[in-house]
């Protein structure tokens, strides 16, 4: 199954449903399941922004399966409809002044059991098993 490497916060707050889309500079014609990674790395002033949460954020694990149903062009409307949808979750987004580039949309998000794997760049394949969390 394919595999997106998201950093800390946010691979936790996609698996908590509480953030629809993930962003990066290229866009994918790829659509279906992926796994959620949490990466290694992490943004510590987004950390800081979702404490609040009380959600824990662990970091080299596979945290959620969930369908990647569109890959859209983040431009100024789309950029009024995330502030609408979540100004909180899509703070760093929003507050980007030069950034282009996608939101990759995601829905049917399931929690995994976590399983420790190394990251990887770009969208990477994942063999293993995995079993969903109730």
Known sequence: MKVITVKQPFATLIAEGLKEYEFRTWKTHYRG???IHAGK???KKAMKRYEHLGLSYPSGVLLAQATITDCVYIDEKMMDQLAKKDPLVYYGILHQETWNGYGFKLSNIQKVK?????GKLGL??????ISYLE
Not at 114 to 118: H, M, T, Y
């Open 33 to 35: 399941e992926i796994l």
């Open 114 to 118: 976590p399983v420790s794997v190394k």
């Open 41 to 43: 790395g992490v943004d």
């Open 124 to 129: 990477w394949e994942y063999d293993g098993e």
